[in-house]
């Protein structure tokens, strides 16, 4: 299927103007931005240009910043979010090589859908977490862009191997992110070309999962070079990696020989390339492709995790495969009262599935989405104590996909269809600082309009919605040591636009779900404090909330096992608490860090036809495919073992509880231990690494009714890694 792709062209007149002065920025040995002010409050803001940070900075006046707020650098501390930052140093050192991987140092976050390499999907606090079809209920977005793909809630398969740092806010962040952000957000900061010097690293990476018979292998690189010096340069980064697989296939049912071994390996390319224009002091330009192609034979989901195999293939292929270009080019002036910025991007995706069906049928599902964005915003940058953001964004997709199921002689269906989606928005919030800024009021409101058209071969229709989504928020900063906060927050989803298929299949078990299903609204009142103590050895975080959804969107079983329909179950409400401490410990190089969640959510209304279908789910029943506690300790340890050599060592525990899915099964807990230790002499790096070393199995997801088949962690893997790092 061929579509025809858009182009955006950003022209941002420009004149020479005073910039503000601001807090300067360096970056940390984790590699995230600091602001080296020891009195910065939550609104001391800065261009945070990694390139203009200075070279030597006292970690004692450091603080780790975040730009979620859309309005220049802040603090971590001060920031009165629920939000973590993650610096890309510190996630090579725990390997922590993607989203998957990142997922258990989230408080509340859990993957609740797993097709391939190329498609997994994610939720926090059980947001979203009953589908996968529709737009994402997390906002994902790389540097200042998003990527979405129309009607189907997948994370960005990209690679962490060159990210500055990874910014996570939980709960609804609807004023500033809009419609796919009703359970929280992902912003990847890649790392920005080298306006000075040339800069580069090499990566070679070995390593064994149980189970396979050959090693995996990886190479990664990056090289930043100055074109004109303080003007103009270009960054370009890349890798490819192999793990050849370590589940077995039958192509009948199980009879304990397999017919081949090993069969679901993985591929993964990337390259990126981002070019940094610097015209004047307060003017920057920054243009970025990105291409990452993962790709997977077979599922992620298993017929039985342990042993692992896939059954009944019938000799046929299967894999999940996946094809991104993300391009995307913005610009920041930043003028003496206030900053514009611009962003614009164009997603062009090529993904799906294969899966056979003995003894010669097929189930194929093929996604060919693209998406243009494009976001304006203008916000104060100036001393006073009132400030503001406002904006506007605009949306243009697709989401075509070629759908077909056959088990011959007597079923062959063709769902093939497409959604499409025009939207825009205009958003803006303020804030004004009492008692010198220890006392923060803030309001912020986001208006969008969508208009959502459905085709496929026997249906044409189109839904508009006009949607109101607001923040409140009053913080409390009476010292660089404490910050608190009470919010209440808005959110939704989009609804659910599926098959005609589907549809139909629902309405003989009594459910009227249609093609498309209502959207999903929340809201999320919060409280939290961050404390830390005067030397900043220790710090805690704290966060109690209680969300309310209305029509919860949740994936339906139908007396078709091979499809399944969407539809509202009803409203419920979740209510929990984080944790997130910190503590250098009195051991010279040895910190500590834990993170945890709580979280019980139950349905407060089921819809009577859905519970006519699925008599376990009434009101007070648990919320479907919701975890209710997960929990993470980390221990970290670097010593001088001589004047130029230092060692390290990394190690972590963590647990993701149980949960209930919509086929009133339950997925069991599972505990996952990773390790490392190194040595570090100048810019080289030698790794031993362990990952799920006790060989956890799951299944994490069960699939089709069998609680031995679904999804799992990689089994254990051990291996080596070594860097050469200069920049």
Known sequence: MHLKTGAAILALAAGLAAGTAGAQTTSTTDGAPQITS?????????????????????????????????????????????????????????????????????????????????????????????????????????????????????????????????????????????????????????????????????????????????????????????????????????????????????????????????????????????????????????????????RQDFLGSLQSVSPPYYENTAAQPSFGNGDFKLYSLSATWDLKHFSVTSATSQLDGNFGIYVPISPAGFFSSQFYPTMFSQEVRINSNGIGPFHWLFGGAYQNGKGPQANQLDIPPFVSINADNNTITRNYAVFGEVSYDLFDGKLVPLGGLRFYHDKRTFEDASTTNSNTRDVTTWRLNLSYLPTNALTAFITAATGFRAGIVQSQVQADLLGQIGIPAGTQTKPERSRNYEVGVKWRTPDRNLSIGLNGYITQYKDLLTPTPTLNASVSGFSNFGDGTTRGVDIDVHWRTPVTGLSVGAVANFNHGEYDRVDPVVQAALPYLQKGSRLVNTIEQNWRVDAAYTHAITTDWEGFANAAWSHTGNRLQSLNLTARPYENFTASVGVRHGPYELVLFGDNLSDAKGPTIILNNNPNAGARPTPRTIGLRLRANFQ
């Open 38 to 294: 020891p009195s910065a409050t939550a609104q001391e803001t800065t261009s945070a240009d990694p390139s203009q940070a200075p070279e030597q900075a006292s970690p004692d006046t450091q603080d780790i910043v975040v730009t979620a707020s859309k309005t220049g650098a802040q603090t971590l501390q001060t920031v009165p979010l629920a939000i973590q930052a993650f610096g890309g140093e510190d996630l090579r050192e725990r390997n922590i090589n993607n989203v998957a991987d990142l997922i258990s140092n989230i408080p509340g976050a859990f993957e609740s859908q797993r097709q391939s390499v190329a498609s997994r999907s994610y939720s926090i606090r059980g947001a979203g977490a009953g589908a996968a079809n529709g737009d994402s209920p997390i906002g994902y977005y790389v540097d200042d862009v998003p990527f979405v793909v129309t009607n189907f809630g997948i994370a960005p398969p990209i690679r962490f191997q060159d990210l500055d740092r990874v910014e996570v806010l939980r709960g609804p962040q609807g004023t500033l992110y809009g419609q796919g952000s009703a359970g929280g957000v992902f912003i990847f900061h890649t790392r920005d070309p080298d306006l000075k010097k040339i800069e580069g690293a090499v990566e070679l990476e070995g390593s064994s999962t149980k189970g396979a018979d050959a090693l995996n292998y990886g190479v990664a690189g990056v090289i930043s070079v100055p074109i004109v010096k303080d003007l103009l340069a270009i960054r370009v980064s890349g890798g490819h990696s192999f793990n050849p697989g370590w589940a077995d296939e039958y192509y009948g049912a199980y009879d304990g020989t397999p017919d081949r071994k090993g069969v679901n390996k993985v591929r993964n390319d990337d390259i990126r390339v981002v070019a940094l224009f610097k015209p004047a002091s307060n003017l920057t330009f920054r243009a970025q492709y990105w291409h990452f192609r993962p």
